[in-house]
C-alpha cells in the first residue's frame, strides 16, 4: 500500500478538484447505487456519531477527543439522541480509536464477579471485531492492546491479549451493567478505572510520528437517504484498506465514483446519472422494507444474524445495513441477543394510540441468560427512549422482585400509552401515543436462545382504545 497516497486521499478527499471517472450507464449504475448503498450505509452512520461524540466538541453528545476515553455515568434517557436504540441498563464509556501512527492499551480494573460489563470493539463497518470483558477475558481485569490494520511491532510481554482492527478507525464501546439508581456512584468508580493510553506511552518510549491531521467533514441532515452518502463514504474508505475479498466490489462501485479518498460531487453528475443513483437508493431502502417485514419483524431473522465479525456476516451488507438502520453497535449473538417487537402476534404494526398489549412470559419461562435480560420501549418514529411521567424506560431481571406475578407464577407486562390499573402499575411500560417498537435484550443469553429451544413471547392486543 502507497501510505503516502492514502493519507493525502485523508486530508483532501472533500477538497480536491480531482474527480473520479463516473463510467456506468444509468442501468447500471443504479444497481451498482443499490449494492454501494446497502454497504456504505453502516460506515455513514457511524460516521455520524463519530462526528458527535469526538470531533464537534460543540455538540451535546461529545465525549472526548480521539484515543481518550469519554463516561457517561447515568443511563440513557429520552434527552439522549446520538444514536438509535440506544439501551439504559449500561451507562456508557466511549473510545474513537486513531489507530493510524500506533496501538492503544486498554486497561481494565477488576469488577466484582456478579456484575456484567464489556468492552465492543467495532470497526468502520460497524462489524465487531473483538471484545474485552465478563465473557471474553473475565472479571480480573489486565491490559489489552488495539492495534491498526498495517501495525507491525513487538507486543509487550505484560499485554493480555492484542485484538487486531480491520480499520485504522474504530470505536471502543464499554458497557457496564447498572443495578439501581443507587448503583450509580459504584458505577462511576468502575468507570474512573478505565484507562487509555498510546503504546508509547505504556512503554514509556518515544511517540512514533503523528499521523497526518484530518479534516473532518461536516454532516448534513439527509447524508443517509441520499447520494451524498457516497461522499462520506469515499472519504471513511480511506482508513480501510481494502479486503481481498471485496477488491471486485469495490471496483465495480468505482463506475459510479465511490471509491477511498477521492472526491464525489453530486454538482458534477448529469441529472440522468444523479436520477440512477437516487433510484438506486430507493431499490435499497424498498429492499430492506420487504425484509424487515417477512424476515425480523416476523422473527425468522434475530439480532445474531445482522451483528458480529466480518466472518460471521460473511458478505451480507443487507443484514449489516439492517443491523446499522435498526439498532447501530448492537452486540454479537454470543455476548447478547436481541428481540424486537415490532408487530403484535397477529402481525400488525403495533400502535399504543390503538391499541393497549401486554407480553407474557409463562411460569418458569423468563429468557434464559448468565447476565441479565431487558426490555426496553422506544418510539417509532425517531427510535429513541419514550418520555413518561415514571421516568422507565425498560423493565428488567433486576426488577422482577418488584414485579407482581400472575396467580400461576408466569409474568405479564402491560406495554401501552396510559397507566394501567394501579393495582398493576408495578409491570407498567410506558409506550408513546402513537407507533412503538420494544427490544427485549438478553445478556449473555444461555445456549437454548440462540439454538431456538427458548420460544419468544409476542405482543398480544389487550382492549382497543375508543
Do not use: C
Not at 436481541?338 to 407474557?360: I, Q, R
Request: net charge neutral; proline share 7%.
Amino acid at each position: 500500500m502507497n501510505y503516502r497516497i492514502v493519507f493525502t486521499g485523508l486530508a483532501l478527499a472533500l477538497s480536491t478538484n480531482a474527480w473520479a471517472d463516473f463510467t456506468a450507464t444509468p442501468d447500471e449504475a443504479r444497481a451498482i447505487a443499490k449494492e454501494a448503498y446497502l454497504y456504505g450505509f453502516p460506515v455513514v452512520e457511524m460516521y455520524k456519531t463519530l462526528y458527535t461524540q469526538a470531533v464537534d466538541k460543540k455538540s451535546p453528545n461529545f465525549k472526548a477527543p480521539f484515543n481518550q476515553i469519554g463516561n457517561t455515568a447515568k443511563a440513557f434517557t429520552a434527552k439522549d439522541t446520538a444514536f438509535v436504540t440506544p439501551n439504559s441498563d449500561t451507562p456508557y464509556s466511549f473510545v474513537w480509536m486513531d489507530l493510524r501512527a500506533e496501538p492503544l492499551v486498554l486497561t481494565l480494573p477488576p469488577i466484582e464477579e456478579h456484575r456484567y460489563y464489556s468492552v465492543q470493539l467495532i470497526d468502520a463497518y460497524t462489524q465487531n471485531f473483538g471484545y474485552l470483558g465478563t465473557r471474553s477475558t473475565g472479571n480480573n481485569g489486565g491490559h489489552y492492546m488495539i492495534a491498526g490494520p498495517n501495525w507491525q511491532g513487538q507486543q509487550p510481554v505484560d499485554i493480555d491479549r492484542m485484538v487486531r482492527s480491520g480499520s485504522n478507525i474504530a470505536y471502543a464501546l464499554y458497557r457496564t451493567q447498572l443495578f439501581d439508581e443507587k448503583d450509580l456512584a459504584k458505577v462511576k468508580q468502575i468507570q474512573k478505572g478505565y484507562k487509555v493510553e498510546s503504546l508509547s506511552h505504556y512503554v514509556k518510549q518515544k511517540a512514533p510520528a503523528a499521523a497526518p491531521k484530518i479534516d473532518w467533514p461536516k454532516p448534513t441532515p439527509t447524508m443517509s437517504e441520499t447520494p451524498d452518502l457516497f461522499r462520506y463514504l469515499n472519504f471513511m474508505l480511506a482508513f480501510t484498506p481494502a479486503q481481498d475479498v471485496e477488491k471486485d466490489l469495490l471496483a465495480r462501485f468505482a463506475k459510479i465514483g465511490v471509491e477511498a479518498g477521492k472526491p464525489f460531487k453530486l454538482s458534477d453528475l448529469t441529472a440522468e446519472q444523479r436520477k440512477a443513483l437516487e433510484d438506486g437508493i430507493s431499490d435499497a431502502r424498498a429492499e430492506f422494507a420487504e425484509f424487515k417485514k417477512t424476515k425480523v419483524d416476523t422473527h425468522e431473522i434475530s439480532s445474531g444474524d445482522l451483528f458480529g465479525s466480518r466472518d460471521h456476516l460473511k458478505g451480507n451488507y443487507l443484514y449489516r445495513y439492517a443491523g446499522a438502520n435498526m439498532g447501530i453497535f448492537g452486540n454479537s449473538a454470543e455476548e447478547a441477543n436481541y428481540f424486537g417487537y415490532f408487530v403484535d402476534k397477529d402481525g400488525k404494526p403495533v400502535d399504543a394510540s390503538k391499541t393497549d398489549y401486554t407480553l407474557h412470559f409463562d411460569k418458569d419461562a423468563l429468557p434464559p441468560v448468565d447476565a441479565f435480560w431487558s426490555l426496553t420501549m422506544y418510539d417509532g418514529k425517531n427510535k429513541l427512549l419514550v418520555a413518561n411521567p415514571l421516568n422507565r424506560y425498560l423493565i428488567n431481571s433486576r426488577m422482577l422482585p418488584d414485579l407482581k406475578l400472575d396467580a400461576d407464577g408466569g409474568l405479564t407486562l402491560y406495554v401501552q400509552h396510559k397507566a394501567p390499573a394501579k393495582a398493576l402499575q408495578s409491570n407498567w411500560l410506558p409506550a408513546p401515543n402513537g407507533p412503538f417498537y420494544g427490544v427485549l435484550r438478553l445478556y449473555l443469553p444461555k445456549p437454548e436462545v440462540n439454538n431456538g429451544q427458548w420460544k419468544l413471547p409476542l405482543l398480544t392486543p389487550a382492549t382497543t382504545q375508543q
